[in-house]
């Protein structure tokens, strides 16, 4: 099973969005719902930010945003804030019956 | 509060074996899959294997399929990862996770494991 494919690094200003893609197959990301992102910081454990495409696990923050339109999927973070500065990943369930990441996306806030 | 401690990392050689323990807390353990998750120094996630809530169905990525063995004790809330066959690409933190193939909403620290010679 071939990761998911993420752009290496985005930027942003503090205040702006910024958009991160996650493209996979019909086989994983366009054939389920079971799209989830997480976001990690240097030498912490990865943390939940968007489950099941599109939905936010509760009290966490409304800036981060999930949607999929066929194969890829993509997590939107708005009101950039310094602390949003982290490594990102997305993952699918897929076809195999199997977890599939993506190869992480490093977000600089400028 | 949700707690996963991972335990059972170190050095070991190549083709050699490993056990790791997580202890759960602050939920019903018994209730939800579980998972292993692991990152190579300076790499990006990689997901190892799951197990459903009963331990009856386990889960595995084709990596290493055949050397490693996801198990659950329920009555000790505790997760396990048996590895065998060590090879210097297994090298990673491994961090176990709450959910199998879905989604993982909680996350012990991590305990690193070195394959070398």
């Known amino acids: 099973q071939s990761a998911l494919t993420q752009p290496a690094s985005v930027s942003g200003s503090p205040g702006q969005s910024i958009t991160i893609s996650c493209t996979g197959t019909s086989s994983d990301v366009g054939g389920y719902n079971y799209v989830s992102w997480y976001q990690q910081h240097p030498g912490k454990a990865p943390k939940l930010m968007i489950y099941d495409v599109s939905k936010r696990p509760s009290g966490d923050s409304n800036r981060f945003s999930g949607s999929k339109s066929g194969n890829t999927a993509s997590l939107t973070i708005s009101g950039l804030q310094a602390e949003d500065e982290a490594d990102y990943y997305c993952s699918s369930y897929t076809s195999s019956t199997t977890l599939v990441f993506g190869g992480g996306t490093k977000l600089t806030v400028l | 509060e949700v707690q996963l401690l991972d335990s059972g990392g170190g050095l070991v050689q190549p083709g050699g074996s490993l056990r790791l323990s997580c202890a759960a807390s602050?939920?019903?353990?018994?209730?939800?899959?579980m998972s292993w998750v692991r990152q190579a120094p300076g790499k990006g996630l990689e997901w190892v294997s799951g197990?459903?809530?009963?331990?009856?169905?386990?889960f595995y990525a084709d990596s290493v399929k055949g050397r490693f063995t996801i198990s659950r004790d329920n009555s000790k809330n505790t997760l396990y990862l048996q590895m065998n066959s060590l090879r210097a690409e297994d090298t990673a933190v491994y961090y176990c996770?709450?959910?199998?193939?879905?989604?993982?909403?909680?996350w012990g620290q991590g305990t690193l494991v070195t394959v070398s010679s």
């Open positions: 197990i459903g809530n009963s331990g009856s169905t386990t």
């Open positions: 602050g939920f019903t353990f018994a209730s939800y899959a």
């Open positions: 996770a709450k959910g199998a193939l879905q989604f993982h909403d909680y």
